[in-house]
């Protein structure tokens, strides 16, 4: 898995993106990395990962995933969200087998680390 593609669609591989977020061997960079962490995280039925990167203040007390197969990540906006920044938004489709999901993503910086705060 290390060396095949990434699910998001970064063109890097697995290793090299999203891997060691998902590891927690890293933290995302930019609201956009953590955004593609977190679809990653749903291909591969991580939601540790997903529940460790959701605002503690919007989170729910339990992540849960469903069967949903995905197919791929179209990152269509990115406001904000670089490395000097404290808020993000990120604007994305993310295709699965029975059609798509279209959100607009608000992201926060606190100590250092992005965290997914709620659709918007």
């Known amino acids: 898995m290390t060396a095949d593609p990434c699910p998001c669609g970064s063109g890097e591989t697995y290793a090299q993106c999203c891997g060691p977020l998902l590891a927690a061997e890293r933290q995302a960079v930019t609201a956009e990395a953590l955004m593609r962490s977190r679809y990653t995280a749903h291909v591969y039925g991580n939601a540790e990962h997903l529940w460790r990167t959701w605002d503690g203040r919007t989170r729910p007390s339990e992540v849960h995933l469903d ?3 995905w197919l791929g990540l179209e990152v269509r906006e990115t406001i904000g969200g ?3 920044d404290t808020t993000g938004v ?3 489709i993310a295709r699965h087998t029975d059609g798509e999901l279209a959100e607009r993503s608000e992201f926060t910086r606190r100590g250092g ?8």
């Open 67 to 69: 069967d949903t197969r």
């Open 90 to 92: 990120v604007d994305f």
């Open 113 to 120: 680390r992005w965290f997914y705060t709620k659709e918007i």
């Open 82 to 84: 670089g490395v000097d």
